[in-house]
Each structure stands twice: as structure tokens, then as C-alpha cells.
């Protein structure tokens, strides 16, 4: 048992409502905070929604379950009042490193003393906003992915400041909100998930950018010979292209002519992934 009941979830966009309501799904008390009263109005509609989902993802829970999680989650904008009986809060707002460090900061005053702050941020490493926080030793990062009902990992990755204790606190509190835990024991970019995926689907692109093989053949010798049900180009078209385009346009020259091409070739013609009908493969056909 992790000891936690009360969750602070910061940022109802798209992962912070996700995890909010995953988190009331499984039976926490969760307040979703946002910056103003127009943000929560989005954020209900986004449950709403989110009920539909997990209606559909999981057909054998209770009928009433999606239901009993929307009414478990209450709404805020005021930060101080929102974290007053909070046993952890879960940051998930812009990945704006100087926001998360004054976010934190002020959280820092009104939470007591035992709340455990996490990030979900996918790209800053928790180290550069421990000191922000003002209590570094009950800190770390907790990364969900995108579909946290279905790709349901939490990467937990301290600072050497974190407390071993708190590190397992959280490593217990992703069980109980169903995620599989993913301890990670010494901080690297990307966590584990993306250290990997990155540079494969990097050098898959550069393959057929190089004119050396199509994407379908790509993907038909990664499936064959490692037994994956899924090639690059087909996880690419599931993530949507606009993502990995948007990193590799900010990365070395290499990277940078990967994304020229791929904009080039897919996404100027609307060919951005699954959830626009066309990537790499042509959907609802
Ligand atoms: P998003 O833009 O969809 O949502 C951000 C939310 O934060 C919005 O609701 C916004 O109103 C709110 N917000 C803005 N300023 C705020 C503030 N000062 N305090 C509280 N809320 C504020 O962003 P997202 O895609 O949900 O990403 C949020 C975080 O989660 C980022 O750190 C990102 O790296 C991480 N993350 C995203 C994904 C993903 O697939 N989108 C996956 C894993 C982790």
C-alpha cells in the first residue's frame, strides 16, 4: 500500500486528463486543477469523453465504473486550495521548463510537508527543477504515455536527491492506479521507453529516406526477424508524424533533412498518421 489517497492532478490538457481520470477510475479522490474556469469547462467536456472511452476499452467493468470515476474527480483553479490535502500532485502543464519551476515553487508553500510532487514532463530532466520544489528529496519524475488505458506505463525516475522512500511510495502508487511501474535508476533523457524508440525509428526513417527500401519492406523484416507485431513505419503512423517531425526539426543536420523529407513527402499532403486516415499506410479503406 502506498499510503496515497488524495491526488493533485496540474493540467487537464491532453496527458493530465488522462491520468486524472485513470487515477478515479481505480478509486482515488482526484482534483483536476487548470488555469481558469474556461479550462475546466474544456477538461469536463474531456471526461465526458474520456467515459465513452473507457466504456469502450473496457466492456467486462462494472457498467457504472467510468461513471463513478467522473464523479471522483472534483475541479480547481486555485492552486493553493487544491494542494492543501493533497498526498501527491501529479504536474502535467506545458513542457516549459521556468513554468514547471514556478508552478512547483508555489505548490511548494501551500502543500504540507508529506506531499510528494511528480512530473510527467517527457523532455526536462527532473534534476533541472528539483531545487524549484523546495523539498528535492520528495520529488522525482512519474511518466505516463499517451492512451494511459492501454499503454499503461508509469517511467519513475528520481534525482540523487529523491528519497528511496518516496521513489517506492510512488513506485506502489502506480500499481494501485494500474499502471505497470517502470523504475529507472538513475535519470536519462527520454527515460527508457523513448531511449529506445527514438533512435529506431530515426534510422528506420533514414533508411527509406535513402531511397534504400520502401516503408512496408522496412517494416516486414523488423516484424519477420525479431517477431514484433509492429514495424517503425506502423508506429510511426499510430504516434502521427507531426511529433517526431517536430523533434527531428530541431535536431542536427541529419535530423533536419529527416524532417524536410518527411514533411516533404508525408505531411504536406495531409499524410500524418492513423488518426488522419493516411501515413505511411492508407487507413479507412
Ligand atoms: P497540453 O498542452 O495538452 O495540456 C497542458 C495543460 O496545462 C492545459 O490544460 C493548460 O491549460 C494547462 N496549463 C497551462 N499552464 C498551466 C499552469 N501554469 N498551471 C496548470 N495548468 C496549466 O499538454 P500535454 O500534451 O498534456 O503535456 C503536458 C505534459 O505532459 C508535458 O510536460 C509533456 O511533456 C508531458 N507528456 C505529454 C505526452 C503526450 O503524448 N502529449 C506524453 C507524456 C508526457
Request: aromatic share 10%; proline share 5%.
Amino acid at each position: 500500500m502506498s499510503d496515497i489517497s488524495k491526488v493533485l492532478v496540474l493540467g487537464t490538457g491532453v496527458l493530465g486528463a488522462q491520468i486524472a481520470f485513470q487515477t478515479a477510475y481505480k478509486g482515488f479522490s482526484v482534483t483536476a486543477y487548470d488555469i481558469n474556469e474556461a479550462a475546466l469547462a474544456a477538461a469536463k467536456t474531456t471526461f465526458t469523453g474520456l467515459v465513452d472511452t473507457y466504456r469502450a476499452a473496457f466492456p467486462d467493468a462494472e457498467a457504472e465504473a467510468a461513471d463513478k470515476a467522473l464523479a471522483r474527480i472534483g475541479y480547481s483553479c486555485d492552486l493553493a486550495a487544491a494542494v492543501a490535502d493533497a498526498d501527491i500532485v501529479i504536474e502535467a502543464i506545458p513542457e516549459i521548463l521556468q513554468l514547471k519551476r514556478d508552478t512547483f515553487a508555489k505548490l511548494n508553500q501551500a502543500a504540507p510537508e508529506r506531499t510528494i510532487f511528480a512530473t510527467n514532463s517527457s523532455s526536462l530532466l527532473p534534476s533541472a527543477i528539483a531545487d524549484a520544489t523546495g523539498r528535492p528529496d520528495r520529488f522525482l519524475a512519474m511518466h505516463f504515455a499517451n492512451m494511459v488505458w492501454q499503454f499503461n506505463t508509469a517511467e519513475i525516475m528520481g534525482t540523487p536527491q529523491t528519497s528511496p522512500e518516496v521513489f517506492e511510495t510512488v513506485v506502489e502508487f502506480a500499481k494501485e492506479i494500474g499502471m505497470v511501474p517502470i523504475p529507472i535508476k538513475k535519470e536519462v533523457a527520454g527515460y527508457l521507453l523513448n531511449s529506445l524508440l527514438i533512435p529506431f525509428l530515426n534510422a528506420a526513417l533514414s533508411l527509406v529516406a535513402g531511397g534504400y527500401a520502401e516503408p512496408n519492406v522496412v517494416d516486414e523484416v523488423w516484424r519477420t526477424d525479431t517477431g514484433s507485431p509492429m514495424g517503425p513505419f506502423q508506429i510511426y503512423d499510430i504516434i502521427g508524424l507531426s511529433t517526431p517531425y517536430n523533434m527531428m526539426a530541431h535536431g542536427d543536420e541529419h535530423d533536419q533533412k529527416l524532417a524536410a523529407w518527411l514533411k516533404e513527402n508525408y505531411i504536406d499532403k495531409g499524410r500524418t498518421g492513423a488518426a488522419a486516415g493516411a501515413g505511411f499506410y492508407d487507413y479507412n479503406q
